[in-house]
């Protein structure tokens, strides 16, 4: 078990272009979460998988920000036209969906949008 | 609107000493809360928790107390050492609302520094 992975750690993207981000959580995990961390503030929440079906989404979530867990399992996470507000760190997480479970997270995805 | 609260941005502890790390929340119907630890470069890593029919929870050097009357919530970190510098993230949920998903709400978080 490897933990909660995230590709690409760090990525700089000019304003207007889409950028995709990839989370793999633990392999027995069912549920899988994304959040976002702005400078000085804490991680805020964005969406959450049960395998495959999203079953919440944060007003946080604009209509440029598109997330997919195809099968399940690994989950991608797509922001379209990038604005500079969308700098920050993109965390993901994941869980077992059962009482007393902490969500584990990942090292996060660092986007600068210049 | 910030539902939990970290109203100490920065904490510096003599190794060996007791830290003590304070939040804050608001909403009345968070049911279980969470510490959090942050190194740089790194995604928080899940240190203790808390539910709230419970007023203490220990596990080894951490532990942290809850009082619901007040909203609000420590951890205690005793004794301290120079690994435990990093930030910490006190976070809330909403258990009885959202089952058993972890859909965190954060405080801004606390930078311990202990030093030697």
């Known amino acids: 078990d490897t933990g909660v992975s995230q590709d690409p750690r760090h990525k700089i993207t000019k304003r207007g272009q889409n950028v995709t981000f990839r989370c793999d959580p633990i392999s027995e995990h069912n549920r899988l979460y994304w959040y976002r961390q702005t400078l000085g503030q804490g991680p805020e929440f964005l969406t959450y998988?049960?395998?495959?079906?999203?079953?919440?989404k944060s007003r946080l979530l604009s209509d440029r920000f598109s997330a997919e867990r195809p099968k399940g399992s690994f989950s991608t996470l797509e922001i379209q036209r990038t604005e500079q507000g969308d700098s920050a760190m993109y965390l993901c997480a994941s869980d077992w969906g059962s009482m007393n479970t902490e969500a584990f997270f990942g090292q996060g995805t660092r986007l600068t949008v210049v | 609107d910030q539902q939990v609260k970290q109203n100490s941005p920065s904490l510096s502890v003599q190794e060996g000493r007791i830290s003590i790390l304070n939040c804050d929340y608001t909403?009345?119907?968070?049911?279980?809360f969470l510490w959090y630890k942050k190194y740089p470069a790194e995604g928080p890593t899940f240190l203790i928790s808390i539910s709230s029919i419970k007023d203490k929870n220990e596990d080894g050097r951490f532990t942290v107390f809850l009082n619901k009357s007040a909203k609000h919530l420590s951890l205690h970190i005793v004794p301290s050492q120079p690994g435990d510098s990093a930030v910490y993230f006190c976070?809330?949920?909403?258990?009885?609302?959202?089952?058993?998903?972890?859909?965190?709400?954060f405080g801004t978080g606390t930078r311990l520094q202990v030093t030697l």
């Open positions: 976070a809330a949920l909403l258990r009885g609302y959202t089952g058993t998903a972890s859909k965190l709400t």
């Open positions: 998988f049960q395998n495959e079906a999203q079953l919440e």
């Open positions: 909403n009345s119907m968070f049911d279980y």
